[in-house]
Structure formats: structure tokens, C-alpha cells
């Protein structure tokens, strides 16, 4: 347990769908973050939000969209998805953005 | 830009000692990171090198040369649990961690 947990951890979505991934760090961090991780490559930062402020979008498609209501939640709100987007989505929180960061367990995203 | 380099694969032996290695190209430079994954789990983080030299942690240890923008991850005493992907990571002037495409480390009997 590092005390980022996600939920849910496996989801299946048709490409019409609209779902989303939650994610609670339970650890008083002020960054959070979300990755993406398919088969065979390195983790690639999607968005990084700092105090509840929005500091990096790594160009990601508009159909990926996050919300950080407070310093402990972060979501994903995902609507008409690919095929290519099925993934492992992990979020992280740390103390700063330069910190060690912790990893939750991720969800397995299968889009069909 | 910002880039890291590592090998894709290493292979070793139970008890052995295996290094795996890093080299980055930053703009700034906070830290070198290590972070071990299993298969199917989260990254973990294992050690975090600001200065040049040695950090050791139990059976881990991670060295960096800022000047040669360079760094190693040496496992000792390798037992089977040890098989996972490894990722360093950079922290430079856009504040934010950038991995590397990671290792995977595996031990055999």
C-alpha cells in the first residue's frame, strides 16, 4: 500500500462510452499526477496538477479530462476512446513535482 | 529537450551483482531516481540521487556523475524476486519526472 489507490482497477468501454477513473491520495501531497503505460513503453505524463492547479497537459488528446477538486482527489473523465488508448493509467501523487512520487495500483483499460 | 537512455533488457544469475545504467540530457537538473515495476503492479520508488556519488540501501545502490549526465542502479545479492522492469527518471527545469523506458532485469536460478 502506498497510499494512492485507484478505482476501478480493470474497466472495459465500447468507443461510445464515457467513464471515469478516480483516484485518492491519502499521503497531505500537493502534486498529482496522471501516466499513461502501454505494452512495451516507457510511462508517459499526461497531466500533472499542482495545489489544484492544472501545470502540464502533454498534448493529450481532448477526449482524456481531468478534474482535481481538491489536493487529495484526482479523476479521468474519458469519452469516445479508441481502440489505441487501451492502457494501464496510473496516477501518483508527491510533495512536489521534483519528489519522489507514489503510485497507485493503476486501472487496465480496455477499449473495444 | 529532455531524453534518458537505458538498456531494454539484462539478464543475470541468483546471488550475482548487476548494474544498469542511465544516461540523461536535461535542461536543469534536480535528480536522478530509480523506480522499480513488477509485472502488472505500480512503479515503486527505490532511490533518489541530488548529489554525485554512492547511496546505498540494503542490497540497492544508485550512483550519479552530474558531470558525465550519467548514473547506475546496482543490485547485489540478486534473489529471484528482484525480476522487474527498472525506470530512472529525470527531474529537470520543466518540473516534472521524465522516465526512461526501463530495464528489465531478469534473474535466473
Known amino acids: 500500500e502506498t497510499g494512492v489507490t485507484q478505482t476501478p482497477r480493470h474497466l472495459v468501454m465500447g468507443m461510445t462510452n464515457k467513464k471515469s477513473l478516480k483516484c485518492e491520495q491519502h499521503?497531505?501531497?500537493?502534486?498529482m499526477y496522471w501516466y499513461k503505460q502501454s505494452a512495451k513503453k516507457p510511462l508517459e505524463l499526461m497531466f500533472v496538477?499542482?495545489?489544484?492547479?492544472?501545470?502540464e497537459n502533454n498534448s493529450v488528446p481532448s477526449r482524456f479530462s481531468p478534474e482535481c477538486p481538491n489536493s487529495s482527489h484526482l479523476f479521468l473523465h474519458l469519452h469516445t476512446l479508441q481502440p489505441e488508448d487501451s492502457a494501464l493509467y496510473l496516477c501518483a501523487s508527491s510533495q512536489d513535482v521534483t519528489g519522489e512520487q507514489f503510485f497507485g495500483p493503476g486501472t487496465r483499460l480496455t477499449v473495444l | 529537450g529532455q531524453s534518458l537512455e537505458q538498456p531494454s533488457e539484462v539478464t543475470a544469475v541468483e546471488g550475482a551483482i548487476v548494474q544498469i545504467n542511465c544516461t540523461y540530457q536535461?535542461?536543469?537538473?534536480?535528480?536522478l531516481s530509480w523506480y522499480q515495476q513488477h509485472d502488472g503492479g505500480a512503479p515503486t520508488f527505490l532511490s533518489y540521487?541530488?548529489?554525485?556519488g554512492l547511496e546505498e540501501t540494503g542490497r540497492f545502490s544508485s550512483f550519479l556523475s552530474r558531470s558525465d549526465s550519467y548514473g547506475y542502479l546496482l543490485l547485489q545479492e540478486l534473489q529471484m524476486k528482484d525480476s522487474a522492469s527498472y525506470f530512472c527518471a529525470v527531474a529537470g527545469n520543466t518540473g516534472k519526472l521524465i522516465f526512461g523506458q526501463g530495464t528489465t532485469l531478469q534473474v535466473k536460478p
Open positions: 496538477y499542482n495545489f489544484k492547479e492544472q501545470t
Open positions: 536535461t535542461s536543469g537538473f534536480y535528480g
Open positions: 499521503l497531505g501531497h500537493n502534486a
Open positions: 540521487n541530488a548529489l554525485d
